[in-house]
């Protein structure tokens, strides 16, 4: 770890779905490598798959979106000054709904889930998330990524071995919260919709046009609801698994490029 520079604000790092904090580890030694105090809480009733049981999944099965944000939320507030958000998948959506309710210093959102309005269906999608859409009523029943999902969808770019660590790293996932990411979006007052113009900093919206479960489209439609306040940065050739493995070098580039561009 290098020193701290207390010049720079603090990190946060919002993991996603199906996943805990371990999931950005990589991501987390880069910040810290870089000076920056890094936080990386896991979010709330996400734990190992082992550690489970029956009551431990019906509690995350209920679990919303406003218990994941109102969490984070807490975790800002309790910082001495404004922090990074830098949120992955799922947990790119939460960073963009924390920064409509508090101040942040920026947002870095890396393979972000649509906010409600954006269309995020597509057959990629459908085929990644699999039997997971068709467990009904979705929002009393936790999901699972497969390995044969990842392999497709989620880390279609990584070696062999990167997809089996991520599969390994999974963990279940609240379906209220997947509802209301997937079919709450459409609802003209869903909670998965951000305020743009609540959010006040920049926004740093990076990309792989090879990404499967929410593909460059979204990208570009999320870049395009901060306007002149975001950047959006494509990858060719990257896959959703922008906080490790191969594709890691390039994320790094551009967002620590972007970072020191953005400091004053």
Excluded at 2 to 11: E, H, L
Excluded at 76 to 90: D, K, R, Y
């Amino acid at each position: 770890m290098s020193a701290v520079d207390n010049s720079k604000p603090p990190v946060v790092l919002i993991h996603g779905m199906w996943s805990t904090a371990e999931t950005l580890s990589e991501l987390r030694r880069a910040f810290e490598g870089q000076g920056y105090v890094v936080h990386a809480p896991t979010l709330p009733y996400h734990k190992e798959k082992s550690a489970y049981d029956t009551d431990d999944r019906a509690r995350l099965a209920r679990a919303s979106l406003q218990e994941y944000v109102d969490f984070i939320v807490a975790k800002v507030n309790a910082l001495e000054t404004a922090p990074i958000l830098v949120g992955h998948s799922m947990g790119g959506l939460l960073a963009q709904l924390v920064a409509a309710r508090v101040q942040v210093d920026k947002l870095v959102l890396l393979s972000s889930a649509a906010p409600g309005g954006i269309n995020s269906w597509s057959w990629s999608m459908v085929r990644t998330f699999g039997r997971n859409l068709f467990r009904f009523p979705l929002w009393r029943r936790v999901t699972e990524v497969r390995e044969s999902h990842i392999r497709y969808g989620i880390a279609n770019t990584q070696t062999p071995v990167v997809q089996r660590q991520i599969f390994d790293m999974s963990t279940y996932e609240s379906g209220m919260a997947t509802f209301q990411i997937g079919v709450g979006g459409f609802l003209p007052h869903g909670f998965s919709r951000v305020d743009a113009q609540a959010v006040q900093c920049q926004v740093l919206v990076i990309g792989g046009t090879v990404d499967r479960i929410t593909p460059i489209k979204i990208q570009r439609a999320i870049a395009n609801k901060y306007g002149a306040r975001a950047q959006l940065l494509e990858l060719p050739g990257v896959c959703h698994w922008t906080v490790g493995g191969s594709n890691f070098p390039r994320v790094c580039s551009a967002m620590f490029h972007w970072l020191e561009n953005k400091a004053a």
